[in-house]
């Protein structure tokens, strides 16, 4: 059973296209997050949700958008990408017990973008 | 905020080799530490975590690693490479309270050499 999963696994695509990117998590988990790994693999946050609640939000350009429709899910668009947008995307997620971080971050096996 | 530092960029050893990654990092709070790999094209798998108690932590595959407070270091450590740990490695932190997103270092990139 996957953990944490993406879809799509790759996703090439135009500048100034919109896309979404989707994450599930079957963890049980109530925080989740969304990181971006760029080409010298330096991975970064953007966004991290609490039970459906933007916690963080990263100097992340106003064309990322994150959704949450429930504690399971959180989704990534993108409005008129840019080449400097391509990366690979990984969402993850993590379980906090009495309000304190006590527990890793699982991580889903991320969403190359490529923007031609 | 928190920063995090690991000073080898790219390490080659040979199988058999021992291993030992540096990671510092700057953070006023209680912290948790964490090494995480990254195979060639997969995605990111936790080796191993420090929350508290024992400073001296083992992981998966033989890794272990190191709490020294005082110096602020989370040093990843291993015996003897095998040429299956040829990946990307990541030291991360995160606050026991308030922000919850890992901050990363840089990566250590580790080639073994069959």
């Known amino acids: 059973d996957t953990a944490v999963s993406q879809t799509p696994k790759y996703l090439v695509t135009q500048m100034g296209n919109d896309k979404s990117i989707k994450c599930e998590q079957n963890l049980g988990h109530d925080t989740m997050y969304w990181y971006k790994q760029d080409s010298k693999k330096f991975l970064k946050i953007m966004f991290s949700y609490n039970n459906k609640e933007l916690i963080i939000n990263e100097t992340v350009p106003n064309r990322f958008s994150p959704k949450s429709p429930d504690k399971a899910h959180l989704n990534l668009h993108i409005n008129s990408l840019e080449l400097g947008d391509s990366a690979v995307y990984f969402c993850?997620?993590?379980?906090?017990?009495?309000?304190?971080?006590?527990?890793?971050?699982?991580f889903g096996p991320g969403t190359r973008l490529t923007v031609l | 905020a928190q920063s995090v530092s690991q000073h080898n960029h790219h390490v080659i050893l040979s199988e058999a080799a021992s291993l030992e990654l540096g990671c510092n990092y700057s953070y006023g709070g209680t912290v948790n530490l964490f090494w995480y790999v990254q195979y060639p094209g997969q995605h990111l798998q936790l080796l191993l975590k420090y929350f508290s108690g024992d400073p001296l932590v083992k992981g998966i595959k033989g890794f272990e690693a190191e709490f020294i407070k005082s110096k602020f270091s989370f040093n990843l450590r291993k015996p003897s490479v095998q040429w299956s740990d040829t990946a990307e490695y990541f030291c991360?932190?995160?606050?026991?309270?308030?922000?919850?997103?890992?901050?990363f270092g840089s990566g250590t990139r580790l080639q073994v050499q069959p």
């Open positions: 993850a997620s993590s379980k906090e017990l009495a309000g304190e971080a006590y527990n890793e971050q699982f």
């Open positions: 991360a932190v995160n606050a026991r309270t308030g922000r919850r997103a890992l901050t």
